[in-house]
């Protein structure tokens, strides 16, 4: 009796400790990232985000339903991401996968709503049993809070192929796309971005995409600035984009960026200082390419860059329509590399070219850095291992592709073409700074000889890079799109956006979308020589020991068991 209590007691101590772990477990949930790359962690920035949540946060994602593979894999890793956010504010965070094809119960399906939205799905090459198949896919998720939406993109290629690096790449970068949306949400005051006009800038349709991207995470203005007597200091103005200016910059110009500079400005210069337009190649078969004036490489220099007047070639490039035959009437066009149209590698050096990409240049010129006390340097954008510099003014002609290029030429690597400067400056106009232009500084609190270690400036030798082509039948593209590769086999994904969001991201001190940018996850791939050549050991290892392994415990159990009852059987048989 007394044996059977006991076990009755033992039983219920045991299920109340079940109990009391699982209460326990619910209420102080924790994990522990052991990974070397910290994939199942959130960096402190975006922790501290969502912490910070007074509403509650809907986020709804559109990737369930029939999906290729590398979407499947997208949509387990998007999962898992999201349980790493809900561990953060359990009572703030609410996320569910939804089926594009369903009813948003309106009577259309939740595609049809995405569409309205502005999303459009990515068109994907699938292999099936019968062939190939076209699936649409939308690597989208929609976040929701206090009656605000913001898209967030889970996967940016809108190629028909996708690869194992670009899919790594947007794992890698999922944290980065969650947190810019989140902050954006909840963020009541955004960083002013103005465009600067007034030296033959851009404004139409090619400088849409700016506006396009710029238009939701900053307050975004044009600013004219020939007709303001000066440049408003950080505290109005967050960061100046000067892109592609045409016209010579007057003292009095360089004098307002100078002093907005020097009040801790932030200075993204975007800077044709080649005169090459592809007209001219199109209609007359040629162009020259020459050195524009605008009066700037002396305030360049002083601040530690330099444009240099020549222009970059690289083997690493995209591709333009070139008349390989056929008559004149009738012309036979094949797609070859244009060397002029450089594809610039991210030396992953720095938190705005981590998981980059290439980015697209046009006719661009080299940089230089000269030494200058108290500024730091940091090459964002370099050529390949195969790329060389020609002197200007240059004849340029569609009969250099005749040929195939001479690599020996191209030996060349790392022609840098965006450069990161910040630090102390010290102004350009110290000690000769005229009465005039010191008498127009009144309005604006004085002259000043020297930054306040806030300024930063970012200064890339190509002003295409941020602009944008313009198709007859799409319409404005995305920068960096070339418009005759558009939806061809040719086309090759870039990343000048992302680097003009990075950059912005930066100079204004958004830290908390910039640590989660610096997040890299890792591929291991096999060593497939290696699998080749170790793979009967490996089968051997795997497959055969594990067996051997319990038919060695089988056999130490039965003997330890013979060991154990042996003597008790053969007492028994003497007693009997």
Partial sequence: MKRNQKNIFWWIALVAGLVLVNVI?????????????????????????????????????????????EFRRLENATSEFLRVMRDVNPSRIRYRFIDPADDAGDGKSWADSLRRM???????????????????????????????????????????????????????MMEYQFARSIDQLISPVRPTVVYATGHGEPVGPESYDIVQQLGGPYNFNIFD?????????????????????????????????????????????????????????????????????????????????????????????????????????EPQYEFLHWNYYPLFESPNNHIINKNLGLVAGRYVNSI?????????????????????????????SPNENRNTPEDALFKRSGIPAAVLLEGNFTSFFK???????????????????????????????????V??????????????????????????????????????????????IIESRN????????????????????????IAVPVLLVILAGLIYLQLRRARYAPVERKVNTKM
């Fill in 519 to 542: 997040k890299e996850i890792v591929v291991r791939t096999l060593d497939m020589p290696k699998v080749a050549a170790e793979k009967t050991k490996w089968q051997v290892i795997t």
């Fill in 368 to 396: 230089d850095t000269v030494e200058v006390p108290g500024i730091t340097k940091t090459f964002l954008l370099r050529s390949s291992a195969n790329s060389r510099t020609i002197s200007t003014p240059a004849l340029i």
């Fill in 431 to 465: 000690s000769r700074l005229s009465r005039a232009l010191s008498d127009s500084l009144g309005a604006f609190g004085g002259f000043r000889e020297a930054g306040n270690g806030g300024g930063k400036m970012i200064v890339v030798s190509d002003g295409d890079i």
């Fill in 225 to 329: 600035m020939s007709r303001q007597p000066y440049v408003p200091g950080p505290d109005t103005i967050s960061a100046l984009l000067i892109v592609k200016p045409s016209l010579k910059f007057s003292e009095t110009d360089k004098l307002k960026l100078d002093q907005y500079l020097m009040r801790g400005g932030r200075i993204l210069w975007f800077i044709d200082n080649l005169h090459a337009e592809e007209d001219s190649l199109r209609f007359k078969s040629q162009l020259i390419a020459y050195e524009r004036d605008l009066d700037i490489q002396d305030l360049l220099f002083h601040y530690g860059a330099r444009i240099n007047p020549d222009l970059l070639m690289d083997l690493q490039c995209d591709f333009l329509p070139f008349a390989v035959g056929g008559s004149a009437s």
């Fill in 118 to 172: 502005g999303i459009e799905p990515i068109n994907i090459t699938v292999q099936v049993k019968a062939g190939q198949e076209q699936r649409f896919a939308f690597p989208y998720a929609i976040a929701t809070y206090n009656n605000r939406r913001e898209a967030v993109e889970l996967f940016e290629n809108s190629r028909r192929s996708i690869t194992v690096a670009e899919m790594n790449n947007a794992e890698a």
């Fill in 467 to 512: 602009l944008n082509d313009v198709s007859p039948r799409q319409g404005p593209l995305p920068m960096g799109m070339n418009l005759f590769t558009v939806g061809s086999q040719f086309e090759l994904p870039n990343a000048n956006r992302n680097f003009l969001l990075n950059c912005l991201e930066y100079v204004t001190a958004r830290n908390v």
């Fill in 25 to 69: 477990a619910g209420s102080f949930h924790s994990r522990v990232d052991l990974t070397e790359d910290k994939r199942y962690s959130l960096t402190q920035g975006s922790r501290e985000l969502l912490r910070n949540l007074d509403e509650p946060l809907q986020l709804d994602v559109f990737l369930a339903g029939d999906l290729p593979a």
